[in-house]
Structure formats: C-alpha cells, structure tokens
C-alpha cells in the first residue's frame, strides 16, 4: 500500500513516522525538487527515514494522498496535486469547517481528526505530546471497507460511518482551545488552571455547540466533555494557532475555525458574540506579536 503525506510539518512527520512505522510504503511530499531520504523525527514516539519527493516527481500512483498542510495552504496542495500525482482516495487532516469540502470537488475523499498534541521543531521534526486518538471517516457515507486493512502502531485509530458530528466535535473543540491557550501565550492545559481561561473556553464551546445544533448536526458524545477530555490528554501542548503566530504567519487556522463558525451562525440569523470576539482578539495579538516577538520566548 502506497501513502503519500502531503507536508511535512507537526502532522505530516508524524503521520508519515507511523505509517511507516506500521510497514507502510510512505513518501512525503513538499515543495522541493527531485527525491531524497529524509530523517523525520517525532520527539517522544521515534524516527524513520522517509523518501521525501517534489510533486513533480511522483512516478507511481497512491493509494491515499494526505493533505497534512494547514486549512490556508489547501488550495494550493490541491492544485499542485492535481497536476501531477494520481491517487485513490485523498485524506483531509486540516481543522476547521470547509477543508474536506474541496477535497470532494477533485477527489473520492475521507476526514482523518487528529485527536494528539504534535508540536512542529521544524521541518519534518515535531514533538509529540499526548492524546488519545485519531477518527477516520467519509461525510455521509459509510467508507469504513476503504480502510479495514489499516493497522497502525503507537496510536488508537476509530474508524466512523459517518464523519460529520465528529468533525464538528473536533471544531468545537477548537474553537474553545485554541483562540484562548493562543490568547494566554500558554499550553493546553492552562485553560484547565485559570477560572477565566476556562469560563472563556467553556462559553465558546457552547456557542460552537449551539451553531451546530441550527444544522441538526447530531453528536455520538458531548462535546464539552470531549474538550475536557482533550485538554489533558494534550495539556503540555501549545495549539497549532499559538505556534502560527510566533512563527510570524500571516494567516490562522481561526479563519476555518471561529470566523467560520460565525459565518455560519449568521446564516441562520444567530449571532455568535463569543467566537467573533475569540477571532478578532487573536488578530489583535498577532498584531502586539509583530511588535514584540519576544512575547513568544516561552514556547520555543
């Protein structure tokens, strides 16, 4: 079985280190020119070698395609893709609303929810922090035959008949976490130890639960225990936001995360206070971060 991992940043090393790990054939795929063998580390789980190939260079065609890059890169992973690698079934990994959505307008395609913390240190090399699982499934349909051969190490994989609540779930869940860990500069498990923090945290959840109650959207769990759940299962974690914005980039996954969830809220003619406000107090920071970057010392 061929895997390609679209990226090779926090999720991409770390899904390539174990499907290789696991006996797959992987190769993960940038932005580079030609093939080479490359040491991908995963602090904490272990390290493989890994062909890392251009998109020009593949030659043979997959049977999955990843897509591990972030919600604002997609489109251009999708375009350069197309272009020259053929695969089966692609796979969306990205937080937030809308991802797996244009995967579908190109390819027969699945939703893979990382329920672990993962770090990135820096190209191909990540940290692994704790969680508890990953979800694997098709929005709407039951593909769970697709993947009944999948066996992986190190990792506790779900396979779901229908994505779609867990999805969700996984937006709520951020939607609480990471605008406010991003706010405090501080880990996961910070919102745990401050009553604001988390009476903040806890108050967005409910407004992202709300939002999804208006589409029907019906939940296998609940997802405020769930966020619970998650913020100790990946409480030394600092949230892919967090690390966006010490990294100096220009764009968030907030923008597929609370923004969207407030576009969607209107739709419906509810206004959703508590994830605007989230969305426009991190650009403020990102803002005060461009000033100072000495703000971020603590996480690096």
Same mark, same amino acid.
């Given at each position: 079985?061929?895997?390609?991992?679209?990226?090779?940043?926090?999720? $991409?090393?770390?899904?390539? #280190?174990?499907?290789?790990?696991?006996?797959?054939?992987?190769? &993960?795929?940038?932005?580079?020119? $030609? =093939?080479?063998?490359?040491?991908?580390?995963?602090?904490?789980?272990?390290?493989?070698?890994?062909?890392? *190939?251009?998109?020009?260079?593949?030659?043979?065609?997959?049977? #999955?395609?990843?897509?591990?890059?972030? &919600?604002?890169?997609?489109?251009? %992973?999708?375009? /350069?893709?197309?272009?020259?690698?053929?695969?089966?079934? %692609?796979?969306?990994?990205? !937080?937030?609303?809308?991802?797996?959505?244009?995967?579908?307008?190109?390819?027969?395609?699945?939703?893979?929810?990382?329920?672990?913390?993962?770090?990135?240190? @820096?190209?191909?090399?990540?940290?692994?922090?704790?969680?508890?699982?990953?979800? /694997? $499934? *098709? +929005?709407?349909?039951?593909?769970? !035959?697709?993947?009944?051969?999948?066996?992986?190490?190190?990792?506790?994989?779900?396979?779901?008949?229908?994505? @779609?609540?867990?999805?969700?779930?996984?937006?709520?869940?951020?939607?609480?976490?990471?605008?406010?860990?991003?706010?405090?500069? +501080?880990?996961? $498990?910070?919102?745990?130890?401050?009553?604001? &923090?988390?009476?903040?945290?806890?108050?967005?959840?409910?407004?992202?639960? @709300?939002? %999804?109650?208006?589409?029907?959207?019906?939940?296998?769990?609940?997802?405020?225990?769930?966020?619970?759940?998650?913020?100790?299962?990946? #409480?030394?974690?600092? !949230?892919?936001?967090?690390?966006?914005? *010490?990294?100096?980039?220009?764009?968030? @996954? /907030?923008?597929?995360?609370?923004?969207?969830?407030?576009?969607?809220?209107?739709?419906?003619?509810?206004?959703? +206070?508590?994830?605007?406000?989230? #969305?426009?107090?991190?650009? &403020?920071?990102?803002?005060?971060?461009?000033?100072?970057?000495?703000? =971020?010392?603590?996480?690096?």
């Amino acid at each position: 079985m061929k895997i390609g991992v679209i990226g090779c940043g926090a999720i $991409g090393s770390f899904l390539s #280190y174990i499907f290789k790990k696991s006996g797959y054939d992987v190769i &993960a795929i940038d932005k580079i020119h $030609g =093939c080479k063998e490359q040491r991908v580390i995963v602090e904490k789980l272990g390290e493989e070698n890994i062909r890392i *190939c251009g998109y020009e260079d593949i030659k043979e065609e997959l049977d #999955y395609l990843i897509f591990t890059v972030k &919600a604002y890169d997609l489109d251009e %992973a999708i375009s /350069l893709s197309l272009n020259n690698i053929k695969a089966k079934l %692609a796979i969306s990994t990205q !937080n937030g609303l809308y991802s797996l959505e244009k995967l579908e307008k190109f390819f027969d395609a699945a939703s893979m929810i990382i329920y672990y913390g993962i770090k990135k240190i @820096e190209k191909c090399h990540s940290l692994f922090s704790g969680g508890n699982k990953i979800v /694997l $499934g *098709c +929005k709407n349909k039951n593909c769970t !035959n697709e993947f009944k051969d999948f066996k992986l190490n190190e990792i506790n994989l779900e396979l779901v008949e229908n994505v @779609e609540p867990y999805r969700w779930e996984k937006v709520i869940i951020n939607s609480a976490i990471n605008p406010i860990a991003t706010l405090y500069l +501080k880990h996961n $498990g910070f919102i745990l130890e401050n009553e604001h &923090a988390y009476d903040l945290s806890l108050k967005i959840a409910e407004e992202s639960k @709300e939002i %999804a109650s208006l589409l029907n959207i019906n939940f296998k769990r609940d997802p405020i225990k769930e966020l619970i759940d998650t913020l100790r299962n990946t #409480y030394y974690n600092y !949230n892919s936001t967090l690390q966006d914005i *010490c990294l100096g980039k220009e764009k968030t @996954e /907030l923008d597929y995360i609370n923004l969207a969830l407030y576009e969607v809220a209107k739709k419906s003619n509810y206004e959703a +206070k508590y994830n605007y406000f989230a #969305y426009k107090s991190v650009i &403020a920071l990102k803002n005060l971060i461009k000033a100072n970057n000495r703000l =971020c010392e603590q996480i690096k």
